[in-house]
């Protein structure tokens, strides 16, 4: 499960208590200026084991934008994240899915992130209604998956307890992107000097 655009005030913790009461670990792809705003949240998502990504600092399609100014997008979203919670985001999404290609790769060439997209899109921002959201959720799941959602919309975290327990119901277990990568836990990196503190 990921949870792009958050945090938000409200809504981030309530789906921080859902994915709680169920074990469930997830992976939020933040927008930076929200992580400046509440940083006690994105501590909270590490606390509870969840992994933070880099979704840009004011969400712009990235796709229109120079070299400088895309790196300089994520550069004060990581750092950000790295004053709330110690650690640099490792992989990030582009804002509405759109990166060329050569910008994937100057991307991991520049900031060793690789671009994650999803393979279940719900359209929950087009607020189709939480048990709507909840069965696109659970019938697009395939092994594998990475389910995108938004945390800042009220039904999406309205729909999470049927989605999440339809997906445990069918057997599925939950991951964070990282591990899904084969890299190391996330939550649990030790601190690290941040390699792009400059910009
Ligand atoms: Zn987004």
Redesign the pocket.
């Known amino acids: 499960m990921t949870f792009?655009?958050g945090p938000h005030p409200a809504y981030t913790p309530a789906l921080l208590d859902i994915l709680k009461a169920r074990r469930i670990r997830a992976s939020f792809?933040v927008i930076g200026r929200n992580v400046a705003r509440y940083p006690d949240i994105v501590k909270r998502m590490v606390d509870e084991g969840h992994e933070i990504g880099n979704?840009s600092w004011q969400?712009p399609l990235l796709s229109q934008l120079g070299k400088a100014a895309v790196l300089r997008e994520l550069d004060r979203t990581s750092e950000a994240v790295f004053r709330a919670v110690q650690r640099m985001p490792v992989t990030m999404r582009p804002?509405?899915g759109a990166l060329t290609k050569d910008q994937r790769a100057m991307i991991h060439k520049e900031r060793e992130m690789p671009t994650i997209l999803w393979s279940v899109d719900p359209e929950d921002w087009r607020r189709p209604g939480s048990s709507v959201v909840a069965d696109r959720i659970v019938g697009g799941a395939r092994p594998g998956a990475i389910i995108l959602s938004?945390d800042i919309h009220k039904p999406t975290v309205q729909a999470m307890p049927a989605a999440l327990d339809g997906l445990i119901e069918r057997g599925y277990r939950f991951a964070t992107v990282s591990m899904i990568l084969g890299q190391r836990d996330w939550s649990k990196l030790r601190w690290r000097l941040p390699k792009v503190a400059k910009s």
Request: charged fraction near 25%; avoid cysteine; aromatic fraction near 24%.
């Open positions: 792009d655009d792809y979704h969400h804002p509405y938004h």
